[in-house]
C-alpha cells in the first residue's frame, strides 16, 4: 500500500475549510443540519451523504475487523463520520497508510 498523499491533501483542505466555514457560520452545526432537512431537495442530498457515509463506516468496520483490531479502535473515526461525514474516512485512510506498521516482507 503506498502512502495515501491524495487523501491526506483532501483531508487537510477540507478541513480547513470546514474550520473557516463554521468559525463564519451564523448558526449552530445542529440548526444547520436541521434548516438542511426541512426542505426536501436538501434533505435529499443530506439523505445520500450518510448512506455513503455508512457505507464508508461499515467499511472502516470490515477494515479493522480483518486487521484484528476492535470496534473500539475505530470509534473516534466513525464519531468523526457522524458529525463531518467525509472527515472519518479520510482520516482513517491517513492514519492506516501513514501510521500503521507493516507486515514484516513490506518493511524490506
Known sequence: M???YLALAALLAFSLYT????????????AFGLEL?????????????????SLAALWMYR?????????????PYLALTVVFASIGPLTYIVVEGFLRTRPLELRR
Open 2 to 4: 503506498s502512502r495515501p
Open 63 to 75: 477494515d479493522a475487523r480483518a486487521k484484528g483490531r476492535s470496534l473500539f479502535s475505530i470509534l
Open 19 to 30: 474550520a473557516w466555514s463554521m468559525a463564519m457560520a451564523e448558526q449552530s452545526l445542529l
Open 37 to 53: 432537512l426541512s426542505r426536501p431537495d436538501t434533505a435529499q442530498v443530506v439523505i445520500d451523504l450518510y448512506l455513503l457515509a
